[in-house]
């Protein structure tokens, strides 16, 4: 009952703080304790799962809907489990860096627990249509988290995420359902384990068609480009939690789905599609690179960085292209650590970001300057998630950049020198961008603010432990990522990550 | 003819109804208190009630059963739609006892208007032959007619019943040509037949001409026609001009009667006359709602972004909901382990759309009784003039979009289940499509209520009755959008008796 655990306690949580919770001490109290509980089951699930053994572990089973042989099947594998603690870490962090929110606490906190059980659920249902439940779900509390404790732009950004990502989800559901009735009657499932390594020809539609329909939905999601455009929005305009949310976990969706629907259902269409993906892949992470030299919103620049580092997701699974190669595994272990690693080092970002803003009430760039001086832990929590951002050996990011760089290149040598170049960009904007905000000369006009009170640390700390210890021993997350990715592998027909 | 014991029984339902109309209105000659009265028709509803389940019982032990010479076909389908229309009438008295007080000293007479419609109602999905099918039809329609323009001072109202009577007399003439193009070509009336000797209109059909659609020009003539005819009732496009007008006219007890009550049963007599009357012809009609349903929809769903009256969106949305519910109508599978699906599918979305719409207008009702304003910018501030109705709002457009948890989603997954099942991918994709539309006029409210604020703080009172209402309707959303199971299982049981 471990991940049942998981997903209903915020759900439970939600329905407290919104009865309990009128005031602000007590709506956070609540919410802490929830995410803190959360964070604890998910260590556990991540500790607990056997990787020797392998395979899907903590597996509930229970008919849903058995006229469509639809189930509340819940389970987790190599693949899943790390996303499941990314997303309790993350959780936490989202709690802690809300701690001043005052306006409708409640209302808020149960929004942001909604999202977490949302989001949760997405990572650990092993049934379609469970699956696109909790995809669907979690729009609703992000469209008003956005629309009412936002700033900017924000009813407009709202819409535009939830219309986006609707759009995406409707070519979603008439891919699964397609796929569900080309089977032979007796033998239909919304099932992911039983799918898997399913001969997928002679569906009703050719296959390629329902590949698209998954591939449209997780592109938006991802967000690839041409698909990025309600990003930026959407960042720019939520509340620093919520972003928090969006580039830690919310992104990984897309990730996650391209990973274990549309290269674990689909190697044979995956295979013939890798090589436009590796150009999108490309385009994504140069486009997204060149955008951000011309933000003059921290957030805005952020969020198309994630655009440029989604990409290097995409090429690391692209790696599987024409039949892929001896490390295509790599790539695609790759592809699964940048997902993680990208949740917690922009997760740290946002936090960063969300502080100065709560501060200095601008994330205009050129307004800023010298900050350092005035908040030198906050200086540090932003220079830790861009050096990790941008690669730098010992943390998180460089190990996952790597990974899909030696997976890619044998199988891509240009597309790999091209994103590679990616990677210099990033130095460059990350730099730049702390030279322009951080260092510099002191700006009088900033001399009133506070650096990080306890709170905000602990909500960087929370995610900076992640990024240097996987740094420092990837094998935690890799070994991890090779039980998950060794059974893709093989629909591949491609040796796994430990062979 | 002679009508038996067995016949009064197997009608006992809405001869019980009928007395209590005409209960209702006496007692209001002598009864002061009009509360009494309206316990008097809200109580007295158990008794068709109770004969319905009676009736029930009966026709599950021996199956089932016709009246009157075959004009009346007494099988789970129909009560599956008489329990329904029973259980409308009966939150529509609850929750409208406020709002018809404005019609003293003729309100006992609006309900007793209601009860008689309703009598039609019940009667139409047991209609044996196309004889009934019209009586009922105009006893339906007759009463809605002075129920339109009950507010006979508010020119709108006037207007509102001026129109449905029009177009209601044009619809019945064109049915009715239609039928008697049926007959001509046919030589019966009977739409099912127990009784060799005396065929249905099915049977005279599977002889016909191969190169006719319809297997002849005046079979396909009088189906056009007919069709024409109920879809003047389903808000069917090109019939669905009076729908917007209506909605917005009429009292919304009214518009809300028509939109779930009046709906569901012109949809069960167009499933009583292609499923099991024109089955033989199914190739034809199949492909001929396939197009009305993608047009229904796309018309209503675009339409209803430009709106700006909150009750002629209701009405736009309706007409875009019949064109999702027209799918299933579409989806004939005619044999296989799934032949049922497209009927399933449809009695359940009419089950659970009932619940949601029944919702929306219910807490418009509430709304605008005290505010006297139904445009849409009317609502402005609901959030917190209205809490409690601003979520049930809330959540009753997000099940007309069709996101999780609600009904409304589970009724659309059958829907599009249905539709695939029967090759029809392209519909599905339509339908998902046409979601996404949706979803942009449905949240726009949300977001009205929500984001926008009123200048008048003075809180919106609902009275007790009103809130069990909507505490059913509401609670009706949820528990079947979470255990769609039961209510399937009850439709797939109704669905097999057509087939």
């Not at chain 2, 209590?20 to 509360?35: E, F, H, M, S």
């Not at chain 2, 034809?284 to 909150?310: E, P, R």
């Given at each position: 009952m471990l ?6 306690l915020?759900i439970v949580?939600?329905?407290l703080?919104?009865?309990?919770g009128?005031?602000q001490q007590?709506?956070r109290?609540?919410?802490?304790i ?7 089951l998910?260590l556990m699930a991540?500790?607990g799962y056997d990787?020797?053994a392998?395979?899907y572990?903590?597996?509930e ?6 006229a469509?042989n639809i189930q509340y099947?819940?389970?987790?594998d190599?693949?899943?489990v ?7 870490i993350?959780?936490?962090a989202?709690v802690?860096?809300?701690w001043n929110?005052k ?5 808020y906190?149960?929004w942001?627990?909604v999202?977490?059980?949302a989001?949760?659920?997405?990572f650990i249902?092993?049934d379609l249509?469970?699956?696109f439940?909790?995809?669907e ?5 992000m469209f008003f988290?956005?629309?009412?404790w936002g700033t900017?732009?924000r ?13 995406g989800?409707?070519f979603m559901l008439?891919?699964?359902l ?6 032979p009657d007796?033998e239909?499932?919304?099932d992911i384990m039983a799918l898997?390594?399913?001969d997928m020809?002679?569906?009703?539609v050719?296959?390629g068609?329902?590949f ?8 938006v ?15 720019t305009d939520a509340?620093?939690?919520v972003?928090?949310?969006l580039?830690?976990v919310?992104?990984?969706m897309g990730?996650?789905?391209l990973?274990?629907?549309?290269a674990?259902?689909?190697?044979e269409?995956?295979?013939d599609f890798?090589?436009?993906l590796a150009v999108i892949a ?6 997204g690179?060149?955008?951000?030299m011309?933000?003059t919103?921290?957030k805005?620049?952020?969020a198309?960085?994630s655009?440029?580092?989604?990409g290097f ?6 790696s599987v292209?024409?039949?892929?190669s001896a490390?295509?595994?790599v790539?695609?272990?790759g592809?699964a650590?940048?997902l993680?690693t990208h ?6 970002l946002?936090?960063?970001v969300g502080l ?10 050129p ?7 005035q908040?030198p832990?906050?200086?540090?929590g932003?220079m830790i998630a861009g050096l990790?951002?941008l690669?730098?050996p010992t943390?998180?990011g ?11 290149f044998q199988?891509f040598?240009l597309a ?5 170049f990616?990677?210099?960009?990033a130095a460059?904007y990350i730099l730049?961008t702390?030279q322009?905000?951080?260092?510099g000369p002191?700006?009088?006009r900033?001399?009133?603010l506070?650096?990080a009170r306890p709170?905000d640390?602990a909500?960087?700390?929370v995610?900076?432990?992640p990024?240097?210890?996987v ?9 991890m ?6 059974p ?6 491609l040796?796994?990550?430990g062979g | 003819m002679?009508?038996?014991?067995r016949d009064?029984?197997l ?5 019980t109804?009928?007395a209590?109309?005409g209960?209702v ?10 509360g009494?009265v309206?316990a008097?028709a809200v109580?007295?509803?158990l008794v068709p009630a ?5 009736v ?10 016709t009246a009157f ?6 099988d789970?389908f129909?009560?599956?739609?008489k ?7 009966a939150l ?5 006892a406020d709002y ?6 003729f309100?006992?007479e609006?309900?007793?208007l209601?009860?008689f419609?309703?009598a039609g109602?019940?009667?139409?999905p047991?209609a044996?032959?196309?004889?009934t099918?019209?009586i009922?039809?105009e006893?339906?329609?007759l009463?809605?007619?002075a129920l339109?323009?009950y ?11 001026l129109?449905?009577?029009v177009?209601?007399?044009v619809s ?7 039928f008697?193009?049926?007959y ?5 009336l ?5 009784d060799p000797?005396d065929?249905?209109?099915g049977?005279?059909?599977i002889?016909?001409?191969?190169s006719?659609p319809f ?6 003539v009088g189906v056009v026609l007919?069709?024409?005819?109920f879809?003047?009732?389903?808000s ?11 909605y917005?006219g009429?009292?919304t007890p009214?518009?809300a009667?028509?939109a779930v009550?009046?709906?569901a049963a012109?949809f069960?007599?167009v ?5 099991a009357?024109?089955d033989p012809?199914?190739a034809d ?13 796309t018309v ?6 430009a709106q ?10 309706a007409?875009?909901q019949?064109?999702?519910?027209l799918?299933g ?5 005619g044999?296989?382990p799934?032949?049922e699906?497209g009927l399933?599918?449809v009695?359940f979305?009419?089950g659970?759309?009932a619940?949601?719409?029944?919702t929306?207008f219910?807490v418009?009702?509430a ?5 006297g304003?139904d445009?849409i910018?009317?609502l402005?501030?609901m959030g ?6 601003a979520?049930l ?5 997000l ?14 997954l ?8 029967a090759?029809?991918?392209w519909?599905?994709?339509v339908?998902v499509?046409?979601s996404v539309?949706s979803?942009y ?6 977001r009205v209520?929500y ?6 703080p003075?809180r919106?009172t609902?009275?007790?009755?009103a809130?069990?209402?909507?505490a059913v309707?509401?609670?009706?959303i949820l528990v079947l ?7 399937l299982e009850v439709?797939?049981l109704?669905a097999?008796d057509?087939?």
């Amino acid at each position: 009952m471990l991940l049942s655990t998981i997903v209903f306690l915020p759900i439970v949580a939600a329905v407290l703080v919104l009865a309990l919770g009128r005031t602000q001490q007590r709506a956070r109290l609540i919410a802490l304790i929830a995410v803190v509980g959360e964070l604890v089951l998910t260590l556990m699930a991540f500790a607990g799962y056997d990787t020797d053994a392998g395979g899907y572990q903590f597996v509930e089973r229970f008919d849903w809907i058995s006229a469509f042989n639809i189930q509340y099947l819940l389970a987790v594998d190599g693949l899943s489990v790390p996303m499941v603690l990314l997303n309790g870490i993350l959780g936490l962090a989202a709690v802690l860096v809300s701690w001043n929110v005052k306006e409708r606490p409640n209302q808020y906190y149960m929004w942001l627990l909604v999202l977490r059980a949302a989001v949760m659920g997405v990572f650990i249902s092993m049934d379609l249509i469970l699956f696109f439940v909790f995809w669907e779900l979690e729009l609703v509390p992000m469209f008003f988290l956005i629309s009412l404790w936002g700033t900017g732009r924000r009813e407009y950004s709202a819409m535009k995420f939830l219309i986006y990502t609707f759009l995406g989800s409707a070519f979603m559901l008439t891919a699964m359902l397609t796929l569900y009735f080309s089977l032979p009657d007796g033998e239909r499932t919304f099932d992911i384990m039983a799918l898997m390594g399913r001969d997928m020809s002679g569906l009703l539609v050719p296959t390629g068609l329902v590949f698209a329909g998954f591939l449209i939905a997780f592109a938006v999601k991802l967000p690839m480009f041409p698909l990025h455009t309600w990003l930026p929005d959407a960042h720019t305009d939520a509340p620093t939690a919520v972003s928090v949310m969006l580039a830690g976990v919310l992104l990984k969706m897309g990730g996650y789905g391209l990973l274990r629907i549309n290269a674990g259902l689909f190697p044979e269409q995956m295979t013939d599609f890798a090589s436009t993906l590796a150009v999108i892949a490309v385009v994504s992470v140069l486009y997204g690179a060149f955008i951000v030299m011309r933000q003059t919103d921290l957030k805005r620049m952020v969020a198309y960085s994630s655009v440029s580092h989604m990409g290097f997701v995409t090429l690391g699974i692209a790696s599987v292209a024409g039949g892929g190669s001896a490390l295509s595994s790599v790539g695609l272990n790759g592809a699964a650590m940048q997902l993680f690693t990208h949740g917690t080092i922009t997760g740290l970002l946002f936090v960063a970001v969300g502080l100065i803003y709560e501060r200095a009430h601008t994330r205009h760039i050129p307004d800023l300057g010298g900050l350092a001086k005035q908040m030198p832990l906050i200086a540090l929590g932003f220079m830790i998630a861009g050096l990790a951002s941008l690669g730098l050996p010992t943390t998180s990011g460089f190990v996952a950049e790597l990974l899909i760089f030696l997976g890619t290149f044998q199988v891509f040598g240009l597309a790999t020198a091209l994103a590679a170049f990616g990677v210099v960009l990033a130095a460059g904007y990350i730099l730049w961008t702390a030279q322009r905000t951080l260092f510099g000369p002191r700006v009088a006009r900033w001399d009133g603010l506070t650096d990080a009170r306890p709170v905000d640390v602990a909500a960087m700390l929370v995610l900076i432990i992640p990024i240097f210890v996987v740094g420092l021993y990837p094998k935690v997350l890799t070994d991890m990522f090779a039980v998950g990715i060794d059974p893709i592998m093989a629909g591949f027909g491609l040796a796994g990550f430990g062979g | 003819m002679n009508i038996g014991a067995r016949d009064l029984f197997l009608i006992s339902p809405e001869l019980t109804l009928v007395a209590l109309a005409g209960v209702v209105v006496a007692l209001d000659l002598v009864i002061r208190r009009k509360g009494i009265v309206i316990a008097v028709a809200v109580v007295g509803l158990l008794v068709p009630a109770i004969a319905g389940v009676n009736v029930w019982n009966d026709i599950r032990a021996t199956g089932v059963d016709t009246a009157f010479n075959g004009a009346l076909v007494v099988d789970e389908f129909a009560l599956y739609f008489k329990f329904l229309t029973l259980a409308v009438l009966a939150l529509l008295f609850l929750s409208s006892a406020d709002y018809a007080s404005r019609f003293q000293p003729f309100q006992a007479e609006f309900y007793g208007l209601l009860l008689f419609s309703s009598a039609g109602l019940m009667l139409l999905p047991a209609a044996g032959d196309l004889i009934t099918v019209y009586i009922s039809l105009e006893l339906a329609s007759l009463p809605v007619i002075a129920l339109a323009a009950y507010e006979k001072m508010r020119l709108k109202s006037t207007e509102a019943g001026l129109k449905y009577l029009v177009l209601s007399a044009v619809s019945s003439a064109v049915l009715l040509y239609g039928f008697a193009f049926l007959y001509g070509a046919t030589g019966t009336l009977r739409l099912i037949s127990f009784d060799p000797a005396d065929p249905a209109i099915g049977h005279m059909l599977i002889n016909g001409d191969a190169s006719v659609p319809f297997g002849g020009v005046a079979v396909m003539v009088g189906v056009v026609l007919a069709t024409a005819g109920f879809g003047f009732k389903l808000s069917m496009v090109p019939f669905q001009m009076w729908t917007p007008d209506v909605y917005e006219g009429a009292p919304t007890p009214v518009a809300a009667y028509l939109a779930v009550a009046s709906k569901a049963a012109a949809f069960a007599v167009v499933l009583r006359l292609f499923y099991a009357g024109l089955d033989p012809a199914a190739a034809d009609w199949s492909l001929m709602f396939a197009v009305l349903a993608a047009i229904t929809m796309t018309v209503g769903n675009v339409v209803a972004i430009a709106q700006t009256n909150v009750k002629r969106l209701l009405g736009y949305s309706a007409i875009a909901q019949a064109g999702y519910m027209l799918v299933g109508v579409a989806a004939y599978e005619g044999s296989g382990p799934d032949a049922e699906l497209g009927l399933e599918s449809v009695l359940f979305h009419l089950g659970g759309y009932a619940a949601i719409n029944l919702t929306a207008f219910f807490v418009i009702m509430a709304i605008t009784n005290r505010t006297g304003d139904d445009s849409i910018e009317g609502l402005a501030g609901m959030g917190k003039r209205a809490p409690i109705l601003a979520v049930l709002l809330a959540l009753a457009l997000l099940g007309l979009t069709g996101i999780p948890p609600t009904v409304g989603f589970v009724g659309k997954l059958f829907l599009f289940n249905a539709a695939i099942n029967a090759d029809m991918v392209w519909l599905a994709l339509v339908g998902v499509l046409n979601s996404v539309v949706s979803a942009y006029y449905y949240v726009g409210v949300v977001r009205v209520m929500y984001l926008r604020e009123s200048d008048n703080p003075a809180r919106i009172t609902v009275p007790p009755y009103a809130w069990a209402a909507l505490a059913v309707t509401a609670a009706a959303i949820l528990v079947l959008g979470l255990w769609p199971g039961g209510l399937l299982e009850v439709a797939r049981l109704a669905a097999l008796d057509l087939l």
